[in-house]
């Protein structure tokens, strides 16, 4: 499953293979470098499985949409939604180069050409962030992980989506600690979350895409919006 690059022996290929069950003749396969170094943390995480598998039961609401990913890293999600017709912009942060180079190793890696990387700061306006495209969606995957940096992903989100007032952000979310809650943090941005189950887009299992990801971790997914948006049921 995972294949070694010629010359760089701390970099390793993780295939995925998204399926459809109602539809077997339909599929998609994506190959991720992931780099084996611990101290980059730059892997395919729980999170990133089960957004992925929720982007590939929406492919069809994609095609044709502008998509954000935030903190990319090795940019599961985003390849997928770019393979599903979304013109697609990576982002992660511009002091983490080697996060931005494998960002862009995994768009070579699936013939991407055309998907934009870009260095953005959460918490931070900065000329980069207010000259993006009109959005439809903003990703995240596991980008709530330590609690110090809720506010400025939620700040991040809260101008992207005021500035998109119908755009969508999209995140998982690992549960670490249940002492952990980002609702007063919605409502002082004036957001709002929905939680959508995960057995509404088959990810209620320990294994997907032919992946080991996302075991036994317990991963929640999460649309936020404009508190003033009226969302309908995302399941």
């Known amino acids: 499953m995972e294949q070694q690059e010629a010359g760089s022996p701390s970099i390793a290929y993780r295939d995925f293979t998204f399926e459809d069950r109602r539809n077997p003749q339909e599929s998609l396969r994506v190959s991720i470098p992931e780099v084996l170094d611990p101290q980059y943390g730059m892997y395919v995480w729980p999170c990133a499985a089960v957004l992925a598998q929720y982007l590939w039961t929406h492919r069809e609401e994609l095609r044709g949409k502008t998509v954000l990913e935030l903190g990319a890293g090795v940019s599961l999600p985003g390849v997928v939604a770019a393979r599903c017709g979304a013109q697609v912009i990576l982002s992660d942060a511009p002091d983490r180069p080697l996060c931005l180079q494998n960002c862009r190793r995994s768009c070579d890696a699936n013939g991407l050409g055309d998907v934009a990387v870009l260095g953005l700061t959460w918490g931070q306006v900065s000329p980069d962030l207010v000259l993006l495209p009109r959005l439809d969606v903003v990703l995240g995957s596991d980008v709530f992980y330590e609690p110090e ?87």
Not at 175 to 187: F, G, K, P
Not at 197 to 216: E, K, N
């Open 149 to 235: 940096d809720f506010e400025d992903v939620l700040v991040t989100a809260a101008f992207l989506l005021n500035k998109n007032p119908s755009a969508q952000f999209w995140t998982t979310y690992q549960v670490r600690s249940a002492d952990w809650s980002m609702e007063a943090l919605l409502h002082r941005w004036r957001l709002r979350c929905v939680h959508v189950q995960l057995h509404c887009f088959d990810a209620d299992q320990s294994q997907l895409a032919g992946s080991t990801l996302p075991g036994r971790h317990s991963v929640q997914m999460m649309i936020i919006t404009l508190r003033t948006q009226d969302l309908n049921d995302p399941g």
